[in-house]
């Protein structure tokens, strides 16, 4: 499966955005789709995920009731809905993709999108 993800900008602190990922290939609801960031200087961090079927989330505890995942899968399409966007969030965020289970770390996800930049300004 490709990922492109899209929807990053600069934005102030406390403001939304939404990131989306789309995907093209065959059978997208059988992958676990997952979002990470990665911030300057960092390693790349598992922000959150989601089942095939859209029934279970998975977060972070830094974005947990801040940042939604969700996905359609008749678009083949993840979205991360991002409020109360603070500084440290500021990152490239990827979209990633498995066959499975649910994983937080990023060396489980062999389909990666090509990151895109968001800034949040204090």
């Known amino acids: 499966v490709q990922l492109q993800a899209s929807g990053g900008g600069l934005v102030q602190a406390w403001g939304s955005l939404r990131l989306s990922c789309a995907a093209s290939?065959?059978?997208?609801?059988?992958?676990?789709m997952g979002w990470f960031r990665q911030a300057p200087g960092k390693e790349r961090e598992f922000v959150a995920a989601?089942?095939?079927?859209?029934?279970?989330?998975y977060y972070s505890d830094s974005v947990k009731g801040r940042f939604t995942i969700s996905r359609d899968n008749a678009k083949n399409s993840v979205y991360l809905q991002m409020n109360s966007l603070k500084p440290e969030d500021t990152a490239v965020y990827y979209c990633?993709?498995?066959?499975?289970?649910?994983?937080?770390?990023?060396?489980?996800?062999?389909?990666w999108g090509q990151g895109t930049l968001v800034t949040v300004s204090s």
């Open positions: 990633a993709g498995r066959w499975g289970t649910v994983y937080r770390t990023y060396d489980k996800y062999p389909y």
């Open positions: 290939g065959r059978s997208f609801s059988n992958y676990v």
């Open positions: 989601i089942t095939g079927s859209g029934g279970s989330t």
